[in-house]
């Protein structure tokens, strides 16, 4: 795994896990933790997700490499 897809990884988890804390108790992390969900910090990271999400679907269709490994 190269580290371009280790990050898009991580922000996805990061967006997961927001959206189960959400599902599961109303509460916004990314929002609490930079300062409300309006908040420009916040719209980043959900751009940042966003983007991960759009650059993680090219690997839906990306030849399996773990074959022979």
Known sequence: MTIYHK???AILIVGGLNW?????FTFNCVGWLFG?????LSR???VL???A???AIT??????RTQGE
């Open 44 to 46: 980043i990271v959900y």
């Open 49 to 51: 997700v966003g983007a």
């Open 59 to 64: 690997g839906l269709f990306a030849a399996d």
């Open 53 to 55: 999400a759009v650059m």
């Open 7 to 9: 990050i898009i990884l």
């Open 20 to 24: 189960g804390i959400y599902g599961l």
């Open 36 to 40: 409300g969900g309006t908040s420009l």
